[in-house]
């Protein structure tokens, strides 16, 4: 199982010029991604500027959109240029989680009304156009990108979101709490992979928020009711890591649950929560990158 490290671009108050920073250290602690979330209406850095400034930063780790809300991005050509782009300028190290999204505030505020499985596919043969070259002006939007890049994973909680990410990716992305969802969603795609008749096995994707050292819990407590609000707060904050125990067994739990690879988000933008992190996975038996 692969771990990466969420970078803290959605940290009420985080100085955003140290995200270069925390990706370079989280590269040099061994971390085998670093992953970003997607939110319009919150005062969170645009995802793909923050991994690029993290891709300016480092050589090896992935870059890792967990997820990139594609519904109230009404122009695919100009997603597909950007998603190109950072592929490009990072040698490949983008893996695009993509999805609807599914804050209601961030599509009121774009005037785009929430679309279904329609758009999806029109949009996503849009995007692919332009990754192939099929897409014709002054010579394209970008360079023709080499066959499958970038690397595509796809998040929903539906049959059809499950379906898709077989057919167009290398996998699913599952929300970044609820081990129930994951381990229903994780065996639907295994399913849905076999009968497509696809070799090798999907990535299954998913994330957890964590808070370690000096007044972990209070930080976390706030961060995720800044974050998620009254509504969501219990589930994401059952879901919140705070100790060394805690996230052994969580890891040890998603794993079997199907789990690939693993985010964790901090609650907290000091970068010494990358040291604590790598330390604490050391302890609970999980190297950083990954494979115990």
Known sequence: MRIGIGLPAAVPGADMTTLGRWAADSEQAGFAAVGVIDRLVYANLDPLIALALAAARTERVDLVTTVLSIGWRNNPILVAKQLASLDLASGGRLLAGLGLGGWPEDYLASQIPQAGGAAWESSLGAMRQVWEGKLRGQGGPTPELPEGRPALLFGGLV??????????????????????????????????????GRPGQPRIVTGRYFSLGEDADAVADDYIRHYYGDDYFAAARADTLTTTERLGAELAALRTAGATDVLLYPASAGREQVGLLAE?????????????
């Open 159 to 196: 049959p059809a979101a499950y379906r898709r990410a077989v057919a167009h990716g290398q996998g699913w992305v599952a929300p970044l709490f609820g081990l129930p969802v994951l381990q229903q969603g994780a065996a639907a795609v295994h399913e849905a992979w076999t009968v497509a």
């Open 280 to 292: 604490a996975l050391r302890r609970a038996g999980f190297a950083p990158a990954g494979n115990p």
